[in-house]
Antibody, heavy 120, light 107 residues
Framework: QVQLVQSGGELKKPGASVKVSCKAS????????LIWVRQAPGQGLEWMGW????????NYVRKFQGRVTMTIDTSTTTAYMELGNLRSDDTAVYYC?????????????WGQGTLVTVSS | EIVMTQSPATLSVSPGERATLSCRAS??????LAWYQQKPGQAPRLLIS???TRATGIPARFSGSGSGTEFTLTINSLQSEDVAIYYC?????????FGQGTKVEIK
């Protein structure tokens, strides 16, 4: 079965960077992309970007361009999301998710989420 | 970008009654609309894709309809385990934004 297992929670200071990992299993990694979505406390879902599991090409939502980097490691079937220059309003649960193949902008499986807390 | 607007923000429904959730797109998304359910403390999960196709394992009391700019999620015979926030999302074009969510409560 498809599984997306994310790294544990992080506590970071303002201005620092955080790198969250997402280990994928149960499917052919290169046949699907991975999506990153975040959710601030008590707020809705916010799309951050998408990365191809085949070649690592990434598209980022404009709001995060210049501050986010998404990468993959095909040898370990792991995706990474690094967010830099953290601010307090980056405190959120960060989810990785798998796209639906041909419908690459739709999500069919979600990871469990990683809480990133930004505080001095 | 296409803005997704959900209504109402909160819906209180008695057990066994029907819940009707709305999602409106600022421009046509065709049938490229998904619904996700997020229960308290959990990650979201896919309920419906292509506006009306239930995902694997989703009970038949959940149904979706609509096309273009107007979409509806209906929960027939609401059960206590359906308490959650429901999000719509268009996947017709980039960026594939979510609506702000509708919280479904038991009356």
């Amino acid at each position: 079965q498809v599984q997306l297992v994310q790294s544990g929670g992080e506590l970071k200071k303002p201005g620092a960077s955080v790198k969250v990992s997402c280990k994928a299993s149960g499917y052919t990694f290169g046949s699907y992309g991975l999506i990153w979505v975040r959710q601030a406390p008590g707020q809705g879902l916010e799309w951050m970007g998408w990365i191809s599991g085949y070649n690592g090409n990434a598209n980022y939502v404009r709001k995060f361009q210049g501050r986010v980097t998404m990468t993959i490691d095909t040898s370990t079937t792991t995706a990474y999301m690094e967010l830099g220059n953290l601010r307090s309003d980056d405190t959120a649960v960060y989810y990785c998710a798998r796209d639906a193949g041909k419908e690459w902008l739709r999500i069919d499986y979600w990871g469990q989420g990683t809480l990133v807390t930004v505080s001095s | 970008e296409i803005v997704m607007t959900q209504s109402p923000a909160t819906l209180s429904v008695s057990p066994g009654e029907r819940a009707t959730l709305s999602c409106r797109a600022s421009q046509s998304v065709g049938g490229n609309l998904a619904w996700y359910q997020q229960k308290p403390g959990q990650a979201p999960r896919l309920l419906i894709s292509a506006a009306a196709t239930r995902a694997t394992g989703i009970p038949a009391r959940f149904s979706g309809s609509g096309s273009g700019t107007e979409f509806t999620l209906t929960i027939n015979s609401l059960q206590s385990e359906d308490v959650a926030i429901y999000y719509c999302q268009q996947y017709n074009e980039w960026p594939p934004l979510f609506g702000q969510g509708t919280k479904v409560e038991i009356k």
